[in-house]
């Protein structure tokens, strides 16, 4: 039974029974290829071969090709293609291994196409399908796969012949059941999933059945009754339960096999995997380093470039400045070399300069010895000159006579006045009786005597203001006889006003190291008893009254007072108040002032040795006219003047008669004139009068009431007791006083010497010792700064150095990143699955 069974047997219904295949690899390729036909069909990786069986094929057709007769071999004829709907036909010479009739296979039906069969006998047919890859080698490259369909139902799904056998092999799928009913029709039609069909052949046979389709003796496919024997078919069925338990734990084996492989594999997978994933990383970490790298790099070389570029600059610049920097320290080297030994020079004079020093120092301490020894004496010298002056008389009386005039001698009017003893001070006036009357003066001056010479003798009352006394000069006379031309002169010829102020000036320069003098001038006019300030500018001045400011000084509140630096400045306000002074006119002298004309200079003193301060005030008063009102014929207005101008000089007669007599009062009210002059006129005040007249004898009653006047004054003030004044003793006083000056004077100059000496060579000095600091002070500098020019030129060294640092160090990482990537292509070359 197990024979028939391996071999071709046939049942009742005359279907063939082929005997089982052998387990094995082809076994489970069929078990996975038959997946791919219906039940009951196979799949044969051979082409036709001849078998020598009882059945013969009912019709074989050779697709796309031509029919082949009958011939012994085969018992059946080949039919040519002719059953066909659609395709192309293609062929190859190439030789189709493995079948009997290979011309079957070197043809064939390409594309989308079907097969009919007509005139069958109804019944169940098997076909088989002959297939070969001929067009892969030949025809068009590609896929083929695709299904087949008969009777319109699938019968092979998705067959590629190419995977299955190979190129130029020829395949077979037989036993496709077929049923052909009433109509004998079989039709079976090729559709492509992808790519197109290729059939080689087509064979339909009649039914026969292998023996594992037989089940209860019945085709497993049809249901045809087929006779087996009960024991036949306990051993079949053993034989198969064997078969199958056999194949059960066979392939459970494999399974578990398979299983284990899956596992290994999965967890080589997992593990390739996790390497690949860890490589990757470390990959990305790598590119991404890389990337930061040449990120880092460019940057590093962009500053490189920067530093490069910015060291060559700063370098040239450094360089210049250093090249600048040695030339001037080596000129300042120099310098300072030379200050050095000048400086050396300078501290071995140190002994002689410190003696130098000693002996000013003496000589400063002498100085101020002598200062105040000077101090002393001029206070000495002030008292004594002041005795002196007190000696001569606070009170003096010069008597000035003008020449004859050119229309009095015309005229035959003789002089009426001798000066024959005139250098003892006696004058004598021959009156109409030829008497001769004497009178005597502290001074008495010619026609011929200048103004130079009336000064001289004037001029010791200067110093006594500056000296810090008041002093009063006025000049008195009938109108005509010279009072201005004396006080103040013509341009060309100046008076005792100019002169004194030009003294002051004078004397005030040459005490200047021990007093300071502020000197200011007012200029006023006395005219009918109203004082008016000539340097007014508005000419509706308020009225001026003399007031006591402190005890014993007097004040004209809202007076001018101009202060004068120079003679230039005092020029210029003498003529301001002469310009201002009032004049009229008369019958006598057109010119005649009628007003006392009064210059007030204040000076202020200041001693800077003991620094005393004194004010003093010096009156030069230019009175008016005293002519007798009988002989001016005046009348009105000039008649008031007149006797204003008679009143005023009859109160300065008063006032100096009663300080002569020295009467408890003193009429100084009686006139504005002698209340002006009230500190002035007494006391330790000084006053000179120059006495003026007319040399003519026409105005011998003047004269003489003028001479009467003056000898009144003088006679008062040099009455017995001063007169007794020993003259000898003044003149010793005035010798030692002389001496005393002389004396003073030379020390003076001495120690301005002395002074000067001592002060140049402190300057100089202090001149070198300053030349030297400042020298030191520079060099220090330089020197700081080129020590800072070198620090940052060693720091931006350092700052290179780092930088070719880094250079080197990011090219050592680049080798390294260019080593690790080439490691991986290593690691990628021997693990290629962890790429894929
Ligand atoms: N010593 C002198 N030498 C030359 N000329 C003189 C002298 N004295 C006066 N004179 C002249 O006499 C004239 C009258 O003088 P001056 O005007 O000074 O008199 P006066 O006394 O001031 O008169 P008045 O009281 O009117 O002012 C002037 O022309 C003047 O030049």
Same mark, same amino acid.
């Given at each position: 039974?197990? @024979?028939?069974?391996? +071999?071709?047997?046939?049942?009742?219904?005359?279907?063939?029974?082929?005997?089982?295949?052998?387990?094995?690899?082809?076994?489970?390729?069929?078990?996975?290829?038959?997946?791919?036909?219906?039940?009951?069909?196979?799949?044969?990786?051979?082409?036709?071969?001849?078998?020598?069986?009882?059945?013969?094929?009912?019709?074989?057709?050779?697709?796309?090709?031509?029919?082949?007769?009958?011939?012994?071999? *085969?018992?059946?004829?080949?039919?040519?293609?002719?059953?066909?709907?659609?395709?192309?036909?293609?062929?190859?010479?190439?030789?189709?291994?493995?079948?009997?009739?290979? +011309?079957?296979?070197?043809?064939?039906? *390409?594309?989308?196409?079907?097969?009919? *069969?007509?005139?069958?006998?109804?019944?169940?047919?098997?076909?088989?399908?002959?297939?070969?890859?001929?067009?892969?080698?030949?025809?068009?490259?590609?896929?083929?796969?695709?299904?087949?369909?008969?009777?319109?139902?699938? #019968?092979?799904? @998705?067959?590629?012949?190419?995977?299955?056998?190979?190129?130029?092999?020829?395949?077979?799928?037989?036993?496709?059941?077929?049923?052909?009913?009433?109509?004998?029709?079989?039709?079976?039609?090729?559709?492509?999933?992808?790519?197109?069909?290729?059939?080689?052949?087509?064979?339909?046979?009649?039914?026969?059945?292998?023996?594992?389709? #037989?089940?209860?003796?019945?085709?497993?496919?049809?249901?045809?009754?087929?006779?087996?024997?009960?024991?036949?078919?306990?051993?079949?069925?053993?034989?198969?339960?064997?078969?199958?338990?056999?194949?059960?734990?066979?392939?459970?084996?494999?399974?578990?096999?398979?299983?284990?492989?899956?596992?290994?594999?999965?967890?080589?997978?997992?593990?390739?995997?996790?390497?690949?994933?860890?490589?990757?990383?470390?990959?990305?970490?790598?590119?991404?380093?890389?990337?930061?790298?040449?990120?880092?790099? @460019?940057?590093?070389?962009?500053?490189?470039?920067?530093?490069?570029?910015?060291?060559?600059?700063?370098?040239?610049?450094?360089?210049?400045?250093?090249?600048?920097?040695?030339?001037?320290?080596?000129?300042?080297?120099?310098?300072?070399?030379?200050?050095?030994?000048?400086?050396?020079?300078?501290?071995?004079?140190?002994?002689?300069?410190?003696?130098?020093?000693?002996? #000013?120092?003496?000589?400063?301490?002498?100085?101020?010895?002598?200062?105040?020894?000077?101090?002393?004496?001029?206070?000495?010298?002030?008292?004594?000159?002041?005795?002196?002056?007190?000696?001569?008389?606070?009170?003096?009386?010069?008597?000035?006579?003008?020449?004859?005039?050119?229309?009095?001698?015309?005229?035959?009017?003789?002089?009426?006045?001798?000066?024959?003893?005139?250098?003892?001070?006696?004058?004598?006036?021959?009156?109409?009786?030829?008497?001769?009357?004497?009178?005597?003066?502290?001074?008495?001056?010619?026609?011929?005597?200048?103004?130079? =010479?009336?000064?001289?003798?004037?001029?010791?009352?200067?110093?006594?203001?500056?000296?810090?006394?008041?002093?009063?000069?006025?000049?008195?006379?009938?109108?005509?006889?010279?009072?201005?031309?004396?006080?103040?002169?013509?341009?060309?010829?100046?008076? #005792?006003?100019?002169?004194?102020?030009?003294?002051? *000036?004078?004397?005030?320069?040459?005490?200047?190291?021990?007093?300071?003098?502020?000197?200011?001038?007012?200029?006023?006019?006395?005219?009918?008893?109203?004082?008016?300030?000539?340097?007014?500018?508005?000419?509706?001045?308020?009225?001026?009254?003399?007031?006591?400011?402190?005890?014993?000084?007097?004040?004209?509140?809202?007076?001018?007072?101009?202060?004068?630096?120079?003679?230039?400045?005092?020029?210029?306000?003498?003529?301001?108040? =002469?310009?201002?002074?009032?004049?009229?006119?008369?019958?006598?002298?057109?010119?005649?002032?009628? +007003?006392?004309?009064?210059?007030?200079?204040?000076?202020?003193?200041?001693?800077?040795?003991?620094?005393?301060?004194?004010? +003093?005030?010096?009156?030069?008063?230019?009175?008016?006219?005293?002519?007798?009102?009988?002989?001016?014929?005046?009348?009105?207005?000039?008649?008031?003047?007149?006797?204003?101008?008679?009143?005023?000089?009859?109160?300065?007669?008063?006032?100096?008669?009663?300080?002569?007599?020295?009467?408890?009062?003193?009429?100084?009210?009686?006139?504005?004139?002698?209340?002006?002059?009230?500190?002035?006129?007494?006391?330790?005040?000084?006053?000179?009068?120059?006495?003026?007249?007319?040399?003519?004898?026409?105005?011998?009653?003047?004269?003489?009431?003028?001479?009467?006047?003056?000898?009144?004054?003088?006679?008062?003030?040099?009455?017995?007791?001063?007169?007794?004044?020993?003259?000898?003793?003044?003149?010793?006083?005035?010798?030692?006083?002389?001496?005393?000056?002389?004396?003073?004077?030379?020390?003076?100059?001495?120690?301005?010497?002395?002074?000067?000496?001592?002060?140049?060579?402190?300057?100089?000095?202090?001149?070198?010792?300053?030349?030297?600091?400042?020298?030191?002070?520079?060099?220090?500098?330089?020197?700081?700064?080129?020590?800072?020019?070198?620090?940052?030129?060693?720091?931006?060294?350092?700052?290179?150095?780092?930088?070719?640092?880094?250079?080197?160090?990011?090219?050592?990482?680049?080798?390294?990143?260019?080593?690790?990537?080439?490691?991986?292509?290593?690691?990628?070359?021997?693990?290629?699955?962890?790429?894929?």
């Amino acid at each position: 039974m197990a @024979e028939t069974l391996n +071999s071709t047997s046939s049942t009742a219904l005359g279907h063939e029974i082929e005997p089982p295949k052998q387990a094995g690899k082809d076994d489970d390729d069929d078990e996975t290829l038959s997946s791919l036909c219906i039940p009951g069909s196979r799949l044969v990786r051979t082409g036709f071969v001849h078998s020598a069986g009882p059945d013969k094929p009912v019709l074989f057709v050779n697709a796309g090709g031509e029919g082949l007769m009958e011939n012994g071999n *085969f018992g059946f004829r080949v039919e040519p293609d002719k059953f066909f709907q659609g395709g192309k036909v293609i062929r190859t010479d190439e030789t189709i291994e493995g079948s009997d009739i290979p +011309s079957i296979y070197q043809s064939a039906r *390409f594309g989308n196409f079907s097969y009919r *069969f007509e005139n069958l006998s109804p019944g169940d047919y098997f076909v088989d399908l002959h297939f070969s890859e001929i067009i892969y080698t030949n025809g068009p490259k590609g896929m083929r796969v695709f299904d087949v369909f008969m009777q319109e139902e699938k #019968v092979l799904s @998705e067959i590629d012949v190419y995977s299955v056998v190979g190129a130029n092999k020829a395949l077979q799928v037989v036993d496709i059941k077929v049923s052909v009913g009433e109509d004998g029709t079989i039709v079976i039609r090729f559709e492509g999933v992808n790519g197109s069909p290729i059939v080689g052949g087509i064979c339909i046979k009649r039914a026969r059945l292998p023996a594992s389709k #037989v089940k209860d003796g019945r085709c497993n496919n049809c249901a045809a009754e087929i006779e087996i024997s009960s024991c036949q078919e306990k051993y079949m069925r053993m034989q198969f339960i064997a078969k199958y338990e056999k194949r059960i734990e066979e392939l459970k084996m494999r399974f578990q096999l398979k299983t284990d492989e899956c596992h290994e594999a999965w967890m080589s997978l997992t593990t390739a995997n996790k390497q690949l994933q860890d490589v990757t990383m470390e990959l990305d970490n790598k590119l991404y380093t890389i990337h930061c790298l040449d990120l880092a790099r @460019e940057e590093t070389a962009a500053k490189l470039r920067d530093i490069s570029g910015q060291y060559e600059h700063d370098k040239k610049l450094w360089t210049a400045v250093v090249d600048k920097l040695e030339r001037e320290v080596k000129l300042m080297k120099q310098e300072f070399y030379q200050l050095y030994c000048e400086g050396h020079k300078c501290a071995d004079a140190i002994p002689e300069l410190s003696n130098m020093v000693s002996a #000013v120092q003496a000589m400063v301490a002498q100085s101020d010895d002598l200062k105040l020894k000077l101090s002393e004496e001029q206070a000495k010298g002030k008292i004594l000159y002041n005795q002196i002056q007190e000696a001569k008389g606070n009170i003096r009386v010069f008597c000035r006579c003008r020449p004859l005039r050119k229309e009095e001698s015309l005229a035959g009017h003789a002089t009426a006045v001798h000066f024959d003893a005139a250098k003892d001070g006696e004058l004598g006036i021959i009156s109409t009786g030829s008497t001769k009357k004497i009178f005597k003066f502290d001074r008495v001056y010619t026609p011929e005597d200048d103004q130079v =010479s009336v000064f001289a003798d004037a001029s010791p009352m200067i110093v006594s203001v500056l000296d810090g006394y008041n002093v009063c000069i006025f000049a008195y006379g009938q109108t005509g006889t010279g009072k201005t031309f004396t006080m103040e002169g013509p341009e060309n010829n100046r008076g #005792v006003n100019y002169r004194t102020l030009e003294q002051l *000036f004078l004397t005030a320069e040459e005490r200047k190291d021990t007093f300071t003098y502020n000197i200011s001038v007012s200029v006023l006019e006395v005219y009918n008893e109203q004082i008016r300030d000539l340097l007014a500018t508005s000419s509706t001045s308020k009225r001026l009254e003399m007031r006591l400011a402190t005890e014993g000084v007097h004040h004209i509140p809202g007076v001018i007072e101009a202060k004068v630096e120079n003679i230039k400045e005092v020029w210029n306000v003498l003529q301001a108040g =002469s310009n201002a002074r009032a004049t009229g006119s008369n019958n006598i002298n057109e010119h005649s002032s009628r +007003s006392h004309c009064i210059l007030c200079i204040m000076v202020r003193a200041k001693n800077l040795i003991t620094g005393d301060c004194t004010i +003093s005030k010096l009156w030069l008063v230019d009175l008016a006219g005293s002519e007798r009102l009988a002989k001016t014929e005046v009348q009105g207005e000039r008649l008031k003047e007149a006797q204003n101008i008679n009143r005023s000089l009859s109160a300065l007669g008063d006032v100096i008669s009663a300080l002569a007599a020295k009467k408890s009062h003193i009429p100084y009210r009686n006139s504005k004139l002698t209340h002006l002059l009230q500190d002035s006129l007494g006391g330790d005040a000084k006053t000179l009068m120059f006495v003026q007249i007319s040399p003519s004898e026409q105005d011998l009653s003047e004269t003489l009431s003028s001479l009467n006047f003056a000898a009144r004054v003088r006679g008062v003030e040099l009455g017995p007791a001063r007169k007794q004044v020993d003259t000898g003793e003044v003149q010793k006083l005035r010798n030692q006083n002389d001496k005393l000056k002389q004396d003073l004077r030379s020390k003076d100059d001495a120690l301005r010497k002395l002074e000067d000496n001592f002060q140049n060579l402190e300057g100089k000095a202090k001149g070198d010792y300053q030349l030297c600091r400042s020298q030191q002070e520079k060099i220090n500098e330089l020197e700081k700064q080129i020590a800072l020019k070198i620090e940052l030129s060693r720091r931006l060294e350092n700052q290179l150095l780092e930088a070719t640092g880094k250079v080197e160090a990011y090219l050592d990482l680049q080798k390294k990143v260019k080593d690790l990537e080439n490691k991986q292509k290593e690691r990628e070359h021997a693990y290629p699955m962890i790429q894929n």
